[in-house]
């Protein structure tokens, strides 16, 4: 945790969110790139910035609300805000892990 804030380090909040999964294609979100960006305020909240393989991810809602229920879990976080952003556009060649990128068979 964050000495001066009491909210946990950008670190601790990726590891929240390490297990999880696409349910499509079984693979961590976050290792698919798919988490723009985490941070954490003062007040208690957490805001982040993920998008998903396609606009039209049918399982869009399940993973907002998975990554938000992980984060409410950690000590000192009182809320999260999951945006959905489209920009950049995903593309794992670029935002994956390489043992992600060894499963799709992009190396």
Same mark, same amino acid.
């Given at each position: 945790?964050?000495?001066?804030?009491?909210?946990? $380090?950008?670190?601790?909040?990726?590891?929240?969110?390490? *297990?999880?999964?696409?349910?499509?294609? =079984?693979?961590?979100? +976050?290792? @698919?790139?798919?988490?723009?960006?985490?941070?954490?305020?003062?007040?208690?909240?957490?805001?982040?910035?993920? $998008?998903?393989?396609?606009?039209?991810?049918?399982?869009? *809602?399940?993973?907002?609300?998975?990554? =938000?229920?992980?984060? +409410?879990? @950690?000590?000192?976080?009182?809320?999260?805000?999951?945006?959905?952003?489209?920009?950049?556009?995903?593309?794992?060649?670029?935002?994956?892990?390489?043992?992600?990128?060894?499963?799709?068979?992009?190396?």
């Amino acid at each position: 945790m964050s000495e001066a804030a009491g909210m946990p $380090t950008e670190d601790q909040l990726r590891a929240a969110i390490r *297990p999880i999964q696409d349910p499509e294609i =079984h693979l961590g979100i +976050l290792d @698919l790139g798919l988490i723009y960006g985490v941070q954490s305020e003062p007040n208690g909240t957490v805001r982040v910035r993920m $998008t998903l393989t396609s606009p039209a991810c049918p399982v869009g *809602p399940l993973l907002q609300a998975q990554v =938000h229920s992980a984060l +409410l879990k @950690l000590p000192g976080v009182k809320e999260a805000k999951v945006e959905l952003v489209w920009d950049p556009p995903w593309d794992p060649r670029t935002m994956a892990t390489d043992d992600i990128k060894m499963e799709l068979g992009l190396l």
